[in-house]
């Protein structure tokens, strides 16, 4: 009886007696190699047949290759926290378990994300949320993915927010995207109270969403609107944080695709040079602050030169450039020459 070969994205068919370690299954010379994993072809025989599943090793292997193929930064890593996400088990688990075999419907799935991730889809994205400052908080197209960068931000907001002499400091979160400087700052400073700010009620409704997962709804109060625009009338501030959009037009274009492709647009264009929204918070800000306020603001690279004599010219105070994690200047926290009480 002749054989009839069949292609299959995950599985081997084989005769013979069972073994004791799984098969890697062997590619298909004429298979896609633009695919995570290679088509494979196998027999159908007149004896009995088994299934040889792919291991949780090889697939972290060959997704590896692909992914390193297609550009994707630290790939390997990559691959074991989609892995993870598809089997439901923490990254480490997955070393404990390099043996295990892989079922046809986890391989369909993370085949799927492995194919989209090699598209350069960001891995937030893929699998719906991302951590910051250890909190788990949800992202989609409709927001920025938070940065470690803007990590360093939420601490230093949170040192100063101790240092407050009020029982309830107020917080002012301006282009609040995710949520995610307003809710790690609620969690660190349960006495603040925190306004968040964003133009895009898509986003805020993610935003609404992360402060209802960590129990925040009635700490923080959401306004849709062009940032001091959106506010009530008569509030005043100890803080206000902002990562804005700092990139510039034109080199939006040159940004890496997981950022250029998939981050809106909104959070990421700062104007022709990067700088209009710090010109417009250096105008309208300092009456929006009460005696001894702070404003720390995110900043792209090289740009603390030029943002200093932005804020100097509006009288502020600049009372320090702080470093991000990576010892890269970030964060500008200025205050404002002679504050009195408004």
């Given at each position: 009886?002749?054989?009839?070969?069949?292609?299959?994205?995950?599985?081997?068919?084989?005769?013979?007696?069972?073994?004791?370690?799984?098969?890697?299954?062997?590619?298909?010379?004429?298979?896609?190699?633009?695919?995570?994993?290679?088509?494979?072809?196998?027999?159908?025989?007149?004896?009995?047949?088994?299934?040889?599943?792919?291991?949780?090793?090889?697939?972290?292997?060959?997704?590896?290759?692909?992914?390193?193929?297609?550009?994707?930064?630290?790939?390997?890593?990559?691959?074991?926290?989609?892995?993870a996400h598809v089997l439901d088990l923490?990254?480490?688990?997955?070393?404990?378990?390099?043996?295990?075999?892989?079922?046809?419907?986890?391989?369909?799935?993370?085949?799927?994300?492995?194919?989209?991730?090699?598209?350069?889809?960001?891995?937030?994205?893929?699998?719906?949320?991302?951590?910051?400052?250890?909190?788990?908080?949800?992202?989609?197209?409709?927001?920025?993915?938070?940065?470690?960068?803007?990590?360093?931000?939420?601490?230093?907001?949170?040192?100063?927010?101790?240092?407050?002499?009020?029982?309830?400091?107020?917080?002012?979160?301006?282009?609040?995207?995710?949520?995610?400087?307003?809710?790690?700052?609620?969690?660190?400073?349960?006495?603040?109270?925190?306004?968040?700010?964003?133009?895009?009620?898509?986003?805020?409704?993610?935003?609404?969403?992360?402060?209802?997962?960590?129990?925040?709804?009635?700490?923080?109060?959401?306004?849709?609107?062009?940032?001091?625009?959106?506010?009530?009338?008569?509030?005043?501030?100890?803080?206000?944080?902002?990562?804005?959009?700092?990139?510039?037009?034109?080199?939006?274009?040159?940004?890496?695709?997981?950022?250029?492709?998939?981050?809106?647009?909104?959070?990421?264009?700062?104007?022709?040079?990067?700088?209009?929204?710090?010109?417009?918070?250096?105008?309208?800000?300092?009456?929006?602050?009460?005696?001894?306020?702070?404003?720390?603001?995110?900043?792209?690279?090289?740009?603390?030169?030029?943002?200093?004599?932005?804020?100097?010219?509006?009288?502020?105070?600049?009372?320090?450039?702080?470093?991000?994690?990576?010892?890269?200047?970030?964060?500008?926290?200025?205050?404002?020459?002679?504050?009195?009480?408004?």
């Open positions: 009886m002749s054989e009839d070969h069949i292609c299959a994205p995950q599985l081997r068919l084989e005769s013979g007696p069972s073994r004791n370690q799984a098969l890697l299954p062997q590619a298909d010379p004429g298979a896609d190699r633009g695919t995570p994993f290679p088509t494979f072809r196998f027999a159908l025989r007149r004896s009995e047949l088994r299934v040889v599943c792919v291991t949780v090793l090889e697939v972290i292997q060959r997704s590896t290759d692909f992914l390193a193929r297609k550009g994707v930064d630290s790939p390997r890593l990559q691959v074991e926290l989609l892995l923490p990254r480490l688990q997955l070393y404990l378990n390099f043996e295990r075999s892989l079922s046809p419907a986890e391989l369909d799935a993370l085949r799927r994300l492995i194919q989209r991730r090699g598209e350069r889809e960001p891995l937030q994205h893929l699998v719906g949320s991302t951590s910051f400052c250890g909190l788990e908080l949800q992202v989609t197209r409709d927001v920025l993915v938070p940065r470690p960068e803007t990590e360093a931000l939420a601490e230093r907001a949170w040192q100063f927010l101790g240092t407050v002499n009020a029982a309830a400091p107020e917080v002012l979160d301006l282009g609040t995207g995710s949520g995610c400087l307003a809710i790690a700052l609620a969690v660190k400073c349960p006495n603040s109270r925190i306004q968040a700010v964003d133009l895009s009620e898509a986003a805020l409704e993610i935003a609404r969403t992360n402060a209802r997962r960590h129990g925040l709804l009635n700490r923080i109060a959401f306004h849709r609107g062009d940032a001091f625009a959106a506010l009530p009338p008569g509030l005043r501030f100890d803080l206000i944080v902002s990562n804005p959009p700092y990139i510039p037009s034109a080199e939006i274009a040159s940004l890496m695709p997981e950022v250029r492709d998939h981050d809106p647009r909104l959070a990421l264009d700062g104007g022709s040079d990067g700088r209009d929204f710090y010109r417009r918070f250096a105008a309208e800000a300092a009456g929006w602050l009460r005696p001894g306020g702070r404003m720390m603001l995110e900043f792209g690279d090289g740009e603390a030169p030029a943002l200093r004599p932005i804020f100097e010219s509006h009288n502020w105070i600049v009372e320090c450039v702080a470093e991000d994690y990576s010892g890269e200047p970030r964060i500008l926290a200025v205050t404002v020459v002679n504050l009195t009480a408004r």
